[in-house]
Nanobody, 127 residues
Framework: QVQLVESGGGSVQPGGSLRLSCVAS????????MGWFRQAPGKEREGVAR????????FYADSVKGRFTISQDNAENTLYLQMSSLKPDDTGMYFC????????????????????WGQGTQVTVSS
């Protein structure tokens, strides 16, 4: 059974850092396109970053480029999102998700392309 469990969220001041983790079970993330998404209250869910497990190719939303880094530990079957220089606009519920096994599955950041989702972890950036 596919399961994704996020952790690492919290409250930080602007300019701070957090590292989110997503432990996967029931499948190997090294074979899939994996993504991080976020959703702020009253807003649509948006893609933040994604990684193609088979070759490590990464993709980022313009709003987080240079500040966020997506990575994976295949031995631990865990996906990470290192977030630095956090801004209030980064506030939201963060979700990890799995798409398909083809490289082109990672070409889109649309949430509709992702089949399995975690329950989310809350990130709040405020002074």
């Amino acid at each position: 059974q596919v399961q994704l469990v996020e952790s690492g969220g919290g409250s930080v001041q602007p300019g701070g850092s957090l590292r989110l983790s997503c432990v996967a079970s029931g499948f190997s993330i090294s074979n899939y396109c994996m993504g991080w998404f976020r959703q702020a209250p009253g807003k649509e869910r948006e893609g933040v970053a994604r990684i193609y497990g088979r070759d490590g190719t990464t993709f980022y939303a313009d709003s987080v480029k240079g500040r966020f880094t997506i990575s994976q530990d295949n031995a631990e079957n865990t996906l990470y999102l290192q977030m630095s220089s956090l801004k209030p606009d980064d506030t939201g519920m963060y979700f990890c998700a799995a798409a398909g096994t083809f490289r082109w599955d990672c070409y889109t950041g649309s949430p509709s392309a992702y089949k399995s989702w975690g329950q989310g972890t809350q990130v709040t950036v405020s002074s």
